[in-house]
């Protein structure tokens, strides 16, 4: 049996054990005949179809979609796939412009979004500068803010995130700079915002924590470890399907990438708060 058969089954009976895993971070595009694409962008198509795959390999049961860069505000691919997922089992984080008027707000909410993606790491419709006034805004539908950025940054962030009426989630494990392990400065800062009782983690697109082409983890892992020991009600997982950073022919084996995440956390109460558990109570979950 190949590796990948392997982690594929050992992700599915972790899913049995646990009740209905949530991925909490990917992206649709597509599909192409429906939802093309701005002009001149060359993300390849991935649809609701393709990740149905990943989701009956690795038990995914729940899903939080995540607006791509790529689509920019119109959110009508993510919205379909969403209402076909199916409301019980679908939540969103959007992509909008500082004066998105009211009624798109609640349009939004009621299809199931629940925050609202600010990047500094590329170029979007909102900076971290347009945190305060949106958070006021969004702050009465229950949503947070999901803030993608260089872990190297961090450090800045207590006095933004400390001001806003909502619940943070970083995104990514804090992509934070590689080989200063547990004890730098960034990681020391992640550490102390989880404890505001504010902010939530993303464990997604770990592989953010690696350098191209090497296969050590124990950098990540150890992070991983240390942040689960601390803060296990404040971590939630995602695969960040279909990994859009990577070429076609050298994207990461989900399966694979699952199951080194697993054996990390061998606990299987801790593997459920963080893949059911958690997700559940942030995002809504019945």
Same mark, same amino acid.
């Given at each position: 049996m190949m590796a990948t058969d392997v982690t594929m089954?050992?992700?599915?009976?972790?899913?049995?054990?646990?009740g209905p895993i949530c991925d909490c971070h990917m992206?649709?595009?597509?599909?192409?005949?429906?939802? @093309?694409? @701005?002009?001149?962008?060359?993300?390849?198509?991935?649809?609701l179809a393709d990740y149905r795959l990943v989701c009956a390999g690795l038990g995914i049961g729940r899903t939080v979609f995540v607006q791509p860069l790529a689509y920019g505000t119109d959110h009508s691919a993510m919205l379909a796939a969403m209402a076909e997922t199916g409301a019980p089992n679908a939540r969103g984080i959007a992509i909008v412009r500082p004066d998105v008027p009211e009624h798109e707000l609640s349009s939004l909410?009621?299809?199931?979004?629940?925050?609202?993606?600010?990047?500094?790491?590329?170029?979007?419709?909102?900076?971290?500068?347009?945190? @305060?006034?949106?958070?006021?805004?969004?702050?009465?539908?229950?949503?947070?803010?999901q803030i993608q950025g260089d872990g190297?940054?961090?450090?800045?962030? @207590?006095?933004v995130i400390a001001a806003l009426p909502t619940d943070v989630v970083i995104d990514h494990l804090g992509r934070l700079p590689l080989?200063?392990?547990?004890?730098?400065?960034?990681?020391?800062a992640l550490l102390a915002l989880l404890r505001?009782?504010?902010?939530?983690?993303?464990?997604?697109?770990?592989?953010?924590g690696?350098?191209?082409?090497?296969?050590?983890w124990s950098e990540v892992a150890l992070r991983v470890q240390t942040l689960a020991a601390e803060h296990p009600d404040r971590l939630v997982w995602g695969l960040n399907w279909p990994h859009p950073r990577f070429a076609i022919g050298s994207k990461p084996d989900d399966a694979v990438q699952f199951e080194e995440f697993l054996s990390w956390l061998p606990d299987e109460g801790l593997r459920r708060r963080i893949l059911v558990d958690n997700p559940a109570r942030l995002y809504g979950f019945g």
């Open positions: 089954l050992a992700g599915a009976a972790a899913a049995q054990r646990l992206h649709i595009y597509g599909p192409y005949d429906r939802f @093309p694409l @701005p002009a001149g962008d060359k993300s390849p198509e991935r649809t909410s009621a299809a199931g979004m629940r925050g609202l993606r600010i990047m500094t790491t590329e170029p979007g419709a909102m900076s971290l500068a347009d945190a @305060p006034a949106i958070a006021r805004r969004v702050a009465p539908l229950g949503w947070h803010l190297r940054d961090i450090a800045n962030w @207590p006095a080989g200063d392990g547990i004890n730098g400065p960034a990681f020391k505001t009782g504010k902010v939530w983690l993303k464990l997604s697109a770990l592989y953010y690696l350098r191209d082409g090497d296969a050590d």
